[in-house]
């Protein structure tokens, strides 16, 4: 990976050495870098990678929410949350993961291509895409069950207007997980819209020139010049899309409770069930060792793969 | 390009970001609470997860007992909802931050929080004083394992709710008293076409949806867990007709609407019989005035019967915390007196359908006038009712079991293949905990 | 300039003039988005001016027949709001702050600089995202308990100056940004300093906006963190107070929605403002 220096293939402009030779320019520029870094860095070390470090360890004793005892059952914690359902929680948030980074990321290019367009009434709705960022998701998760309550409310009534079926939105164990997925790209697209924006507009003035110029139109235009030009907010996106759906849990808490049944109960809401519900901060723990192991290998790939798109020298 | 411009614009956030964290470190300083003047005050924190009228009466109450008390400060906090509590408890308990008294509590968190060995053991105090005012098998429903770790607060059971206009325009004349009867008068309202049923069967996979199923098992004639608490009898024949019942009335009878009307803090579906959806709701006397406010001509008439009549109670629970031997005694000294009926009477005559632990306060005089006219239902139903076992086992039984009610409820296994696999569950986790 | 550019972007058709009726595709489109993302607001708004008994009776009409302005007075008055807001804005500005500075810097230098152990040091910062908060929530009050910052305001804040999703941010945008300018500067003789704050730091001014408004957003409506250091009312916020409205016995949802609108409305005009602005800046931020 060679992204600093190295830009487009072309090798940076040679910079004039300061200082009393090579060794102390380069160990200047590292300990700017180091220090840089180290803010974020070092509270992430302090604040996050410590605790979790405690619950990969925890994840291989045996505990319970309120006792400070713990004994060491190695695999066991595991072992339980393979006969205990763990396996399809894994499953549903594979289901939701790949549902939600889909449709948010597609959704997100395509409100940023559509709220870029010169009409008048963009810059309004614009607006209202950071509607849902703005208020509490125990607001709007009330609502939205509300919404699509199978009985009352207004989507299964407008879907019954237009003479199609009523949909047990949420009652049907095949159905729910869909709407809640539908949740979270509704509250979640407007990050993405703004931040495809951003990218959009970024776009350098002679680029777009030369693609009128050239006659290029519609979907070529897209695939060929615009995505590639926007992939670095696509990897941002996909990635932190992918590590915040395998997170997933408020909403999914507000709306169905993990249920119908299990239908919904994804690998973070498991966690909260054993931890809440069973009291077994093993199986919690071991839990969230997998799903964090997860993670992280989905986001190496990502990573790795995602930015190849874009030309190769980022990522 | 302004250059000046932009790195005095960095200058600015600079400048910004530093007189905010100053102003916040300062008033950090600031914020620290104060503690009492008085050199002999005594100060407790209470937390309390109360709201609405039941939080304005609990704060006069409370401020009544600090102005009446001068050497005894209570601190009382609502903290949060009542079900992010154990998110913050097991922080609190774990950095030693808990509060002397918690109000709010159930008793089935009990046997697990006493692991964090701050419990007080109150059956030296509590014995002596406030248990002889509180029924007795509520007051047994706080110990474990001989320690008694909680004091009752707040109860409830369940009734049937009934709407009477739906009834009378079904030319139904007496509200069902068995589950037969339940059944037969759902068919004569359910009407899909207008979104009528007979009732609601409480989806959800939440204690709500186990606690209602053991009134049905129990007025079945059938038994929840053996008498040494090793081994589960609810899969009985008893109660997979009982669960059967449940069944029918979704899919042979279909008397009840197929869909959950549960969210993450209750369960009973009121909205449903607020709506008009179902004529009968299985619910509680907290739900009295939720009724009213939404203008349902409704009655209220027991828990319906099969072989016997039945019902359940829970109630929730005050816990003391070890915080320190005066702040202890304080709070038993401030409990003692929160919990004389002189003070419980009004404090609970505030609050529509609100159902208390003492048998003292329920059958006086100006608590019944001051309170709902349909509580007598409510409490004549208490003498049928049972309460569930208190172990460190019960709320995982309860998860297991409520999931596979939940199973049956969608219609993706039999009562008897689910009940089976619950019993089997519940006697592995009696096993593994020891009881 | 500015005026080139809008002519620019007027999608053009063969023979050079602008392709209204492609316009009609895209119209319908705009609104139904902008409805669809609104209506939830709107829904909020009519739950918020109904009595609860009107709310729970889901078969009620959707326009609330009197207009209950007493829930919002109600609502208010239920929990000390505004020593909530103050709080608020103290943990919400700092936080946001901290957060966009120690981002830009951090990014900045993931995306320049190759120092041994870059890459692991990256990753190591994502994984802070990576784990569900619940588990870690005990290790992370002990050490704030530790530092004896419990229930202050650097409790709330310090904890959460950092942000791995604006470093992650911050380092694409660079990454994707020539050096020309910067080298440029270098050549002049500006120090590694200066490179990054008088001429790297404002070409990301784009993606500083952007940021600094959906940190903001989410520090704002942050509930479980401040739910477990704070322990006295007087250092509560605002997410923590709509608590008040939700019982196990039954939940108070006009009042709830009135609360949360109080919440959310000089939030949303703020971000409205901050948006336009955001907007208008890329866009002639977008001609060097």
């Given amino acids: 990976m ?12 040679p910079l004039p050495r300061r200082g009393r030779g090579l060794v102390s320019w380069r160990m200047r520029r590292h300990a700017f870098a180091y220090a840089m870094m180290l803010p974020t860095f070092g509270l992430t070390a302090l604040f996050t990678i410590y605790p979790l470090l405690n619950v990969l360890f925890h994840s291989f004793y045996s505990g319970s929410l309120f006792s400070l005892a713990h004994s060491f059952v190695g695999l066991a914690n595991y ?19 790949i549902g939600f980074v889909i449709s948010a990321t597609v959704l997100g290019i395509a409100c940023a291509l559509l709220l870029n367009l010169p009409l008048r009434g963009t810059e309004a709705v614009r607006t209202t895409f950071i509607i849902p960022l703005v208020v509490p998701i125990v607001a709007t998760a009330i609502v939205w069950t509300t919404l699509f309550n199978a009985y009352f409310g207004p989507v299964d009534a407008f879907l019954s ?5 009523r949909i047990d939105w949420l009652g049907d164990p095949a159905m729910a997980l869909t709407t809640v997925i539908m949740f979270s790209t509704w509250q979640y697209v407007g990050q993405n819209v703004i931040l495809f924006i951003a990218a959009l507009r970024a776009i350098p003035v002679e680029v777009r020139e030369q693609a009128l110029v050239d006659g290029a139109r519609g979907w070529r235009n897209f695939w060929r010049i615009t995505l590639p030009l926007i992939t670095p907010s696509l990897v941002v996106v996909t990635v932190i899309g992918t590590i915040t759906a395998m997170q997933a849990f408020t909403q999914i808490y507000i709306i169905t409770q993990g249920g119908p049944i299990d239908a919904t109960t994804t690998a973070a809401f498991y966690v909260y069930q054993q931890a809440f519900q069973f009291f077994n901060t093993g199986a919690s723990d071991a839990m969230a060792a997998i799903i964090f192991a997860i993670t992280l290998l989905l986001t190496l790939v990502q990573t790795r793969l995602l930015s190849r798109l874009g030309g190769g020298g980022i990522g | 390009m302004a250059v000046s411009k932009r790195s005095s614009a960095v200058a600015v956030l600079g400048v910004a970001s530093i007189l905010t964290t100053a102003l916040a470190l300062g008033s950090g300083a600031l914020a620290a609470p104060h503690h009492g003047a008085a050199a002999n005050k005594v100060t407790i924190t209470m937390w309390n997860t109360s709201t609405g009228p039941g939080l304005v009466a609990l704060d006069k109450t409370v401020a009544e ?33 808990e509060p002397t008294v918690l109000v709010g509590d159930v008793p089935s968190n009990g046997p697990q929080e006493l692991k964090s060995g701050k419990m007080v053991n109150l059956n030296a105090w509590a014995h002596k004083t406030v248990d002889k005012l509180i029924y007795p098998k509520q007051v047994a429903g706080c110990v474990y394992k001989g320690v008694q770790f909680c004091i009752p607060n707040g109860a409830g059971d369940y009734a049937l709710y009934y709407n009477k206009t739906e009834f009378a325009q079904a030319g139904i004349k007496t509200p069902p008293t068995t589950w037969a009867q339940v059944v037969a008068d759902g068919k004569k309202l359910t009407d899909p076409a207008k979104n009528r049923y007979g009732i609601y069967i409480p989806f959800g996979t939440t204690e709500w949806t186990v606690w209602t199923f053991e009134g049905m098992l129990w007025a079945n004639g059938g038994q929840f867990l053996n008498r040494n608490n090793t081994k589960a009898l609810f ?3 008893a109660g997979v007709q009982a669960l059967t019942v449940w069944y029918n009335c979704l899919y042979k009878d279909k008397v009840a609407p197929l869909t959950s009307f549960s969210t993450p803090q209750n369960s009973d579906g009121e909205q449903a019989f607020a709506s008009g959806l179902v004529a009968m709701l299985i619910d509680g006397s907290w739900d009295l005035n ?7 001509n409704y009655g209220v008439t027991y828990f319906p019967a099969m072989r016997q009549f039945a019902t359940n109670t829970g109630q929730g629970s005050i816990d003391v915390f070890n915080t320190g031997a005066a702040q202890v005694k304080a709070a038993e000294t401030f409990l003692q007196w929160y919990l ?3 003070v419980q009477v009004p404090e609970n005559a505030a609050v529509p359908g609100s159902m208390t632990n003492e048998p003292a306060v329920n059958n006086n005089p100006t608590f019944i006038k001051d309170q709902h006219k349909y509580m007598n239902v409510f409490f004549g139903d208490l003498k049928y009712a049972h309460i569930r076992p208190t172990l460190v086992s019960y709320p995982a039984i309860s998860a297991a079991l409520g999931q596979q009610i939940d199973e049956v409820l969608y219609n993706k296994e039999t009562p008897a293949q689910a009940l089976k696999i619950a019993a089997q569950e519940a006697d592995q ?6 009881e | 300039m500015a005026s080139a550019a809008a002519t620019l972007t007027v999608p053009v058709g063969r023979r050079g003039r602008p392709v209204r009726w492609s316009f009609l595709v895209w119209y319908p489109l705009v609104v139904i988005a902008g409805f669809v993302m609104a209506m939830p607001l709107l829904w909020m708004i009519l739950t918020a001016l109904k009595t609860n008994g009107q709310v729970l009776n889901l078969a009620s009409p959707i326009f609330p027949h009197p207009l209950v302005w007493q829930n919002l007075v109600q609502a208010w008055d239920s929990a000390p709001f505004g020593r909530f807001y103050l709080n608020s804005i103290i943990f919400t500005v700092s936080a946001t702050l901290g957060q966009v500075l120690t981002s830009a810097m951090a990014g900045y230098a993931f995306a320049r600089f190759r120092f041994p152990g870059r890459d692991l040091f990256f990753y190591l910062t994502l994984t802070g995202l990576m784990i569900p908060f619940v588990t870690v929530m005990v290790p992370v009050v002990q050490l704030v308990n530790d530092f004896h910052w419990l229930n202050t305001y650097q409790g709330l804040i310090v904890p959460n100056i950092q942000n791995a999703f604006g470093m992650f941010l911050f380092r694409q945008y660079f990454l994707s940004l020539p050096t020309e300018v910067e080298d440029a500067a270098t050549v002049d003789g500006a120090s590694l300093v200066r490179r990054f704050t008088v001429v790297a730091l404002p070409m990301a001014r784009p993606i500083v906006s952007a940021f600094a408004l959906l940190a903001f957003l989410v520090n704002w409506n942050n509930f479980l963190y401040p739910l477990l250091v704070t322990k006295t009312q007087n250092m509560m916020v605002v997410p923590l107070g709509l608590s008040i409205f939700q019982s196990q016995y039954t939940t108070y949802y006009n009042l709830l929605m009135a609360a949360a609108l109080i919440a959310v409305v000089p939030v949303l005009i703020v971000s409205v403002f901050a948006q336009r602005a955001i907007v208008n800046g890329i866009t002639l931020g977008s001609f060097r």
Wanted: aromatic letters at 6%; glycine letters at 8%; charged letters at 15%.
């Fill in chain 1, 2 to 13: 060679l992204a600093a220096d190295v830009r487009d293939g072309r090798a940076a402009a």
């Fill in chain 1, 79 to 97: 072992v339980t949350l393979i006969q205990q359902g763990g396996i399809a929680a894994l499953g549903t948030t594979a289901v939701y993961t």
């Fill in chain 1, 161 to 165: 207007f237009i003479g199609l079926p």
């Fill in chain 2, 65 to 97: 007992f600090n102005s009446t008390h001068p050497d005894i400060h209570v601190n009382n906090i609502f903290i949060t909802q009542q079900d992010q509590i154990l998110n913050k408890l097991s922080t609190a308990l774990a950095v030693g931050q």
């Fill in chain 2, 235 to 237: 899969d009985s024949p």
């Fill in chain 2, 290 to 296: 939720t009724f009213d406010q939404a203008k349902v």
């Fill in chain 2, 340 to 342: 004389q009926p002189s």
């Fill in chain 2, 429 to 434: 986790i009696l096993k593994k905990n020891g």
